[in-house]
């Protein structure tokens, strides 16, 4: 993590006052006065203003607009995973409220908030996430009555629980579930006779993607979105 996050997130202050504290002086990493953001600090630092350590405090939450390409894992031998674009300290102790494929792309939630999470992951709370589905063949009439009534996967025992299909275009609709089975959309789709051609996260719970981020970005969950997972 850069110094000038490091206290902006440990302090409460802005990239502004962080970078008039270091031009003050007042800061050192471990005892060396540093008066650039831009150096680097790890969990093995420590970092002081106005000679008392300071450190990033509280569970952490955080909105990531994952872009193609990247997995919702540590590690992986073939592919980079999401967590390579955070620039954040003590990164083992993050994990993924819920993953993504690798091919698709949209909202992924990482905190190190285990209960919170698990408000997220488990199926018994039926937390709702919404998708941008882009389809290889047209919309069929009958395929929101199929949705609303569960679909058959293969390999599964029952049905799907209900679901809210809105079409957009003649290959293109939003997608709500409240569950999380393995490629639960691209396995619904292809229960009907259809393909997903791309695939994309808008929305988890009350909390939807911010249309500010850039592929690959990322930002903290302001308190009321935090709060939004446990009104559910």
Request: aromatic share 8%; net charge negative.
């Amino acid at each position: 993590m850069r110094l000038d996050k490091f206290l902006c997130d440990s302090l409460g202050v802005t990239r502004r006052e962080a970078t008039i504290l270091l031009r003050k002086g007042e800061v050192t990493v471990n005892g060396e006065k540093k008066k650039s953001g831009s150096v680097k600090v790890t969990e093995q630092c420590c970092v002081e203003w106005q000679e008392r350590e300071i450190t990033v405090t509280g569970p952490r939450y955080i909105m990531l607009y994952k872009p193609e390409g990247f997995v919702c894992s540590h590690e992986d031998g073939s592919n980079q995973t999401a967590f390579e674009l955070l620039d954040e300290i003590k990164m083992d102790a993050l994990h993924f409220a819920g993953r993504l494929d690798v091919d698709t792309t949209g909202l992924v939630l990482i905190t190190d908030d285990g209960q919170w999470s698990h408000r997220i992951t488990s199926p018994k709370h039926k937390c709702e996430k919404t998708y941008r589905v882009w389809l290889d063949e047209p919309v069929e009439e009958d395929y929101v009555e199929k949705f609303k009534e569960g679909i058959q996967l293969r390999s599964e025992k029952g049905l799907t629980l209900p679901a809210h299909l809105e079409v957009r275009a003649e290959k293109e609709v939003l997608l709500t579930i409240h569950e999380g089975k393995y490629h639960q959309v691209k396995r619904m789709f292809a229960a009907l006779g259809n393909k997903v051609e791309a695939l994309h996260r808008e929305r988890i719970g009350d909390i939807i993607l911010d249309e500010e981020l850039e592929l690959g970005e990322y930002r903290y969950l302001t308190e009321e979105e935090v709060n939004s997972i446990w009104q559910k």
